[in-house]
């Protein structure tokens, strides 16, 4: 297992900058979770930790190793992985190939979870139907929510980061996959969860981080954060309740 921290982090576009010196850690072994208004900054974070954007300046520390700048597939290597808000998976593909692919390139020394093996293995460990050849066009939203984070578990990561994994899935759903969350963190794995539903962060997460603007706005207890008056001001609206 192993956290991660950035330090004094910055990504601009143009003008903007959608990360602006920004320092937090999520300790390892936590689910923790990164929330806050839309175009605050959190996917543009994924994006920089796992080195499709590099930050301009600062430093980015996997397990007290420092990351920054290195290529996405190095910091792979590393032992962190990502998925992504709009899936991206290429529809003439099946479920299995999609997750076949990071499973082959991933160091083997790295556990998978208990009891898989194969693709098809970590296909159904997070929910998914591999079988009769399904091309990845016609899966369902859930489906294909479901196979961004079996790819990125096909990685091996230590860290596991999650853009908006339960975005649009129904009750039904949203509850599996926060009972795979919890098995994925229960296996070793450290874990973001991006998210707009403070309910799955409350009952979910035991350290939360609040951007906004770019900026660090909050971290800490979920509980004690989403009762902070900034973050009310700013993100909740000032009659939120849980
Ligand atoms: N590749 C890019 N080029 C230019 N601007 C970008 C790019 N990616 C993000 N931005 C801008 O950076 C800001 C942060 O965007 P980001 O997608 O990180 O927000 P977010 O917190 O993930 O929002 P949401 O909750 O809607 O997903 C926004 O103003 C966005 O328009
Ligand atoms: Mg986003």
Not at 85 to 110: G, N, W
Not at 157 to 166: A, F, I, Q, R, W
Request: proline share 6%.
């Amino acid at each position: 297992m192993s956290g991660l921290r950035i330090e004094g982090c910055t990504v601009a576009f143009g003008g903007l900058r959608a990360i602006d010196n920004v320092t937090l850690a999520i300790p390892e072994g936590t689910i923790t979770a990164l929330i806050g208004p839309n175009g605050s900054g959190k996917s543009t974070f994924v994006n920089m930790v796992s080195g499709q954007i590099p930050p301009a300046a600062g430093r980015i520390l996997l397990g007290g190793g420092a990351i920054t700048g290195l290529r996405p597939d190095r910091i792979v290597h590393r032992g962190l992985a990502r998925t992504y808000q709009v899936p991206k998976v290429p529809k003439e593909l099946t479920i299995e190939e999609v997750i076949s692919v990071p499973l082959r390139y991933a160091r083997s020394d790295r556990p998978l979870p208990p009891g898989v093996r194969s693709a098809a293995d970590l296909a159904r460990y997070c929910g998914l139907r591999p079988a009769g050849g399904t091309r990845c066009g016609q899966l369902s939203v859930s489906d294909l929510r479901r196979l961004e984070i079996a790819r990125a578990l096909a990685c091996r990561p230590d860290v596991l980061l999650l853009d908006e994994s339960m975005a649009g899935l129904s009750l039904e759903d949203t509850e599996q996959v926060i009972a795979l969350v919890r098995e994925i963190h229960a296996a070793g794995v450290t874990v973001l969860v991006i998210e707009h539903v403070m309910r799955i962060i409350a009952t979910l997460c035991r350290h939360a981080i609040v951007l906004n603007q770019g900026r660090l706005l909050a971290e800490g207890e979920p509980q004690r954060v989403l009762t902070d008056p900034d973050v009310r001001e700013a993100y909740l609206g000032k009659g939120f309740t849980l």
